[in-house]
């Protein structure tokens, strides 16, 4: 069966950190571009990180640039989301994608037949 089943999320204060993470099953993520979205209430989806299957660039959003990183681990075939220096606008559900694209385009629209996660929620909060 294929499917990626997300961990982590929860209430962190402002400055602090979370890890999420992604494990597939019933394909190779390498195969594929892998990436991390997050919806908060009342706005679309966007982009936060993401890895092209091609050449392994990497796309951050400029909003998260320099606090969010992405990386992969083949051995488990999961990928992670590390957050650091978490901001209140950081509040949003998040979602891992893959298993449809391999470019870098980081958008819910190219990733529109990918296998998404459930989704984990991030509360950024003091």
């Known amino acids: 069966q294929v499917q990626l089943v997300q961990s982590g999320g929860g209430l962190v204060q402002p400055g602090g950190s979370l890890t999420l993470s992604c494990a597939a099953s019933?394909?190779?993520?390498?195969?594929?571009?892998i990436g991390w979205f997050r919806q908060a209430p009342g706005k679309e989806r966007e982009g936060v990180s993401c890895?092209?299957?091609?050449?392994?660039?990497?796309y951050d959003a400029d909003s998260v640039k320099g606090r969010f990183t992405i990386s992969r681990d083949k051995a488990k075939n999961t990928v992670y989301l590390q957050m650091n220096s978490l901001k209140p606008e950081d509040t949003a559900v998040y979602y891992c994608?893959?298993?449809?694209?391999?470019?870098?385009?980081?958008?819910?629209?190219?990733?529109?037949?990918?296998?998404w996660g459930k989704g984990a929620l991030v509360t950024v909060s003091s």
């Open positions: 890895i092209s299957s091609i050449d392994g660039s990497t």
């Open positions: 019933g394909f190779t993520l390498g195969d594929y571009a």
């Open positions: 994608a893959s298993g449809g694209p391999y470019g870098a385009t980081c958008s819910a629209d190219y990733y529109g037949r990918a296998y």
